[in-house]
Each structure stands twice: as structure tokens, then as C-alpha cells.
């Protein structure tokens, strides 16, 4: 079955980074665009970033164009969110997204906090 696991989260300063990571299995990885979102505290669930198949569309809401990066790998199956420049307006949870034969597939997610 689909499954998708996140890491690499935690508590940073301003400032600060962290590299986040989703493991994928059960499916084609290749073959599937993939993204990020996050959910602050109080708030819904909001799009972070898109990376299609093979790497060939990258998109970033405005709010984090300069200071993030997805990437993935396809022969790891994991797709990543480089993030740098943290603010505490980044605090939230980070999940990992794929829509996959007409259904759509969420990890656990994993914590960034930032903090003085």
C-alpha cells in the first residue's frame, strides 16, 4: 500500500534550518508529482511546495521563494524540503502529499518549530 513517511523536523532558531524528508513507497515514485504542505497551529492546511514527475515543474507559494527548496530523488524515492532563513511564521507541521490512482495520500507529518 501507499506509504509515506516524513523526518527531519524539530526545534530551530530564527534563522536556522532544517532539511526535511519523505520516504515513499507502494507506488511509482517516478511517476508522480509530489508536495509539501503545512498546517499551522489554528489553521488549515496549506500547499508549501510542488516538484512534478522527473523533476520538470517546481512551484513554491510566495512565501517561501528564496529560503526553500524541493528536490527529490527518484531512485531513493524521497522527496526533500530544504529549508533555510527559518521565521517563526514557518511553525507548523509538514506533510508530505501525492495523489496517486485518483486518490490522495498523506504522511504523518513532522514538527518545525521556530523559536528563540
Known amino acids: 500500500q501507499v506509504q509515506l513517511v516524513e523526518s527531519g523536523g524539530g526545534l530551530v532558531h530564527p534563522g536556522g534550518s532544517l532539511r526535511l524528508s519523505c520516504a515513499a513507497s507502494?507506488?511509482?515514485?517516478?511517476?508522480?508529482?509530489m508536495s509539501w504542505y503545512r498546517q499551522a497551529p489554528g489553521k488549515g492546511r496549506d500547499l508549501v511546495a510542488i516538484?512534478?514527475?522527473?523533476?520538470?515543474?517546481?512551484y513554491y507559494i510566495d512565501s517561501v521563494k528564496g529560503r526553500f527548496t524541493i528536490s527529490r530523488d527518484d531512485a531513493k524515492n524521497t522527496v526533500y524540503l530544504q529549508t533555510n532563513s527559518l521565521k517563526p511564521e514557518d511553525t507548523a507541521i509538514y506533510y508530505c502529499?501525492?495523489?496517486?490512482?485518483?486518490?490522495?495520500?498523506w504522511g504523518q507529518g513532522t514538527q518545525v518549530t521556530v523559536s528563540s
Open positions: 507502494g507506488f511509482t515514485f517516478s511517476n508522480v508529482a
Open positions: 516538484i512534478r514527475s522527473t523533476g520538470s515543474g517546481i
Open positions: 502529499y501525492a495523489h496517486v490512482l485518483l486518490r490522495d495520500y
